[in-house]
């Protein structure tokens, strides 16, 4: 969304720029001193008696619309400085070295980071939502109008074509739009249906399990509601077609309408059912249709390459709030201040008692942890493990499969690579239900052998009996909910008014 900034120089006249959502402070006002014929490096923009940071763009600075800004002579003449970049990687390494404002982010990259640049495809920037994709824009770009002039500052690079496959980064999953009506317009938006993927990528099966896992069934289930939303908007158009035909027999319209829609609302029942009915069947024998390879019930399979179809961009009056939407956002951060200050602080030992119930419950929910070890070649190694197993054990499983067991390796998971201590349970790592590990190896090897032996990719699982298998495994058990059935069947002890009420007077007896 462009906006129009209009500043006020010294010798009185107002300069109109123009801006993107990425234009930076330092690049409005180098614009207009080129204009006006200032020096840059001894002014500043003030907007309503607040200096800005020339180092943050539009879409951070807060600024409406038509803002107008006045320059200010700076308190010292500005001086550029070295920058301190951090340059992380696609497996969650970052590399830091300073450089110079006029240092080009195709520079940066071969200087910090030049085996990983000639490995991907569409090399890509990311900084403060900016993008600059192609080796072309790298080298057209600099860290100065990026507006990096002193400071530090973090980059992240990664390959452009596989940005939902990055291991470190935290995947942005939209959810699908068909028809979106914008409450107070009569005018309604046609967005293209997200093409769902039968099964989840990497980052959905996270260490926190902080993304909902959802099974083949729910996958199903909403698939066939779209279908029978597209199989009633065509019913509909037959039935208008319908009823002009036969506007000269007005008493058997409602009739032929109500027995249309109702074939077809059974149509689609029945085959909702069947659908269902099946894919239950596949879940409960999936185990004749996988190949496990040894000990806890390993599998192996490679990474689907489907990817998730971005929608296009939005207008910007989508972006627009009604009165009844900001009204709705003001009463839940009320509600949620509410709960913060109803909420009682925790002494430390309060809060290990909770952790351990949390803990205490985990290990009575789920029985099995499904751990996945994803190597370099996108091949992953799914194997069943208990809440008690340590991490020790998963290090002795991956060397039964490792061409080479005797090499070193380590295990990691991301974002915010961290390595793993042996005698650390899985309970204690909070790996209950599931896990995603990433493998690699403590040095390099020169001749780039495969991972794994030969039997495991001779062998190896369809991608989406291995989703199955695992969503079967990491379900939680029923035993906590039969339990609490049974407590509310037991009878309950009589009060002390129910047995007051049964004592009856003598009086009366006689």
């Not at 992240?156 to 107070?184: C, F, H, M, W």
Request: hydrophobic share 30%.
């Amino acid at each position: 969304m462009s906006k129009d900034i209009i500043v006020l120089a010294p010798n009185g006249r107002r300069q109109k720029i123009h801006c993107t959502p990425d234009t930076s402070i330092l690049q409005v006002l180098e614009d207009v001193c080129h204009k006006q014929g200032f020096q840059p490096s001894n002014y500043d923009l003030k907007h309503h008696n607040h200096i800005l940071d020339l180092t943050t763009t539009i879409r951070f600075s807060n600024l409406p619309n038509k803002a107008m800004l006045e320059m200010v002579e700076a308190e010292k003449k500005r001086e550029e400085t070295i920058v301190t970049i951090g340059l992380q990687l696609e497996d969650g390494e970052r590399r830091t070295a300073d450089f110079p404002p006029n240092t080009s982010l195709y520079d940066l990259i071969v200087s910090l980071a030049p085996g990983e640049f000639n490995s991907l495809q569409q090399p890509t920037i990311s900084y403060m939502r900016q993008e600059v994709v192609g080796q072309s824009a790298l080298q057209g770009k600099t860290l100065r109008q990026l507006g990096l002039i002193k400071g530090r500052a973090i980059l992240r690079l990664l390959n452009k074509q596989e940005e939902t496959r990055q291991a470190n980064v935290s995947a942005v999953y939209r959810r699908p739009y068909t028809d979106i009506k914008i409450e107070g317009k009569k005018e309604v938006m046609e967005v293209q249906e997200q093409k769902s993927e039968d099964h989840p990528g990497p980052s959905e099966f996270n260490t926190q399990n902080q993304i909902k896992h959802q099974d083949p069934i729910s996958k199903l289930r909403q698939t066939t509601l779209q279908n029978k939303e597209i199989e009633l908007r065509k019913l509909n158009e037959k039935v208008e077609n319908v009823t002009e035909n036969i506007e000269t027999h007005p008493p058997g319209i409602g009739t032929i309408k109500d027995e249309l829609m109702d074939t077809d609302t059974d149509k689609s029942r029945e085959s909702f059912t069947s659908h269902a009915r099946e894919n239950l069947e596949r879940r409960l024998k999936i185990e004749e249709e996988v190949t496990f390879l040894g000990a806890q019930k390993a599998v192996a399979y490679m990474q689907p390459d489907k990817r998730d179809e971005e929608i296009d961009d939005l207008p910007d009056d989508f972006y627009e709030l009604s009165i009844e939407e900001v009204r709705r956002l003001y009463h839940d951060l009320q509600q949620h201040r509410i709960d913060l200050e109803s909420t009682p602080l925790l002494s430390s030992s309060k809060r290990e008692e909770v952790e351990k119930q949390a803990s205490q419950y985990k290990l009575n929910t789920y029985k099995n942890v499904v751990v996945r070890i994803q190597f370099p070649d996108n091949m992953i190694l799914q194997g069943i493990f208990t809440p008690l197993n340590t991490i020790e054990d998963i290090i002795k499983f991956i060397k039964e499969h490792l061409r080479n067991p005797h090499k070193k390796f380590h295990i990691f998971t991301t974002p915010l690579k961290e390595s793993l201590e042996p005698k650390m349970t899985l309970l204690d790592a909070k790996f209950v239900p599931c896990v995603h590990m990433h493998f690699k190896w403590t040095e390099e090897d020169p001749q780039k052998q495969p991972y794994l032996k030969d039997d495991v990719y001779n062998q190896k699982t369809a991608s989406d009996a291995a989703f199955i298998l695992a969503s079967k495994y990491r379900a939680p058990t029923r035993r906590k909910q039969e339990e609490s059935a049974q407590g509310s069947q037991k009878p309950k002890a009589p009060t002390a008014s129910t047995s007051k009420s049964s004592k009856q007077p003598k009086w009366f007896k006689n």
